[in-house]
């Protein structure tokens, strides 16, 4: 097999390895909010565990990059390849990270439903988990229009994120609400807008790759 067909092999493994740890990251939230739902400590406890193996992938997917790169000699087109999976995989992650956050902050609200803080956080959790899960598949489709409809929808997050943000100021104004757990329901709120950002930087990153556009 040539030098050529082996570095597009393992090019195609590793775009592989950030799919698959795209996903591990989706189901990662969708069992969040499900255990949630369920009131399952022991699994949203579970989630924050498996975090660690979603940033030793990261690292795994980190290091084949550099490989590539010093091993291969790539053309212009497969650097920016392995330079947009290395920008992708560090959102990736850090969604990883917000997910662990989240977890930590619905513990402490001892898993109350989200809607007694704020009648759009549900809203909200429901169009990041859609944003990002279609941030991977434009990902994994190559779809360049898919990708752009992805930044345009970050909007909606914004605009849910403010609403959410008026609900928990005017409940802190009650002297009789519980100050701690609003705020922390401020601050999953800000890991959900977060989340979208990390998104549409997915989108921006695939765009790059295919185009060599940066937004």
């Not at 949203?44 to 990261?58: G, H, S």
């Not at 330079?83 to 001892?110: F, P």
Request: charged residues 30%; aromatic residues 6%; negative net charge.
């Amino acid at each position: 097999m040539s030098p050529r067909n082996v570095f597009e092999l393992e090019l195609a493994e590793l775009q592989g390895k950030i799919a698959g740890m795209s996903y591990m990251v989706e189901e990662a939230y969708e069992n969040l909010f499900r255990a949630l739902a369920k009131k399952e400590r022991e699994e949203i406890e579970e989630i924050q565990k498996n975090d660690r193996n979603i940033n030793d992938l990261n690292r795994e997917i980190e290091r084949q990059c550099l490989k590539l790169i010093t091993k291969q000699q790539p053309i212009a087109r497969d650097l920016r390849t392995i330079s947009s999976v290395l920008k992708m995989v560090s959102d990736i992650e850090r969604v990883g990270d917000n997910v662990s956050d989240m977890a930590e902050l619905l513990l402490r609200i001892n898993m109350q439903p989200l809607s007694i803080y704020s009648s759009h956080l549900e809203g909200m959790v429901t169009a990041t988990k859609e944003l990002f899960a279609n941030a991977v598949e434009a990902f994994v489709s190559n779809d360049l229009k898919a990708s752009r409809r992805v930044i345009a929808g970050d909007d909606v997050i914004d605009t849910l994120f403010n609403k959410v943000k008026n609900d928990i100021i005017e409940a802190l104004k009650d002297e009789h609400s519980n100050a701690d757990e609003y705020i922390d329901m401020m601050m999953l709120a800000k890991y959900l807008e977060k989340i979208g950002d990390h998104a549409v930087n997915v989108a921006e990153w695939q765009i790059f790759r295919e185009t060599g556009e940066i937004s």
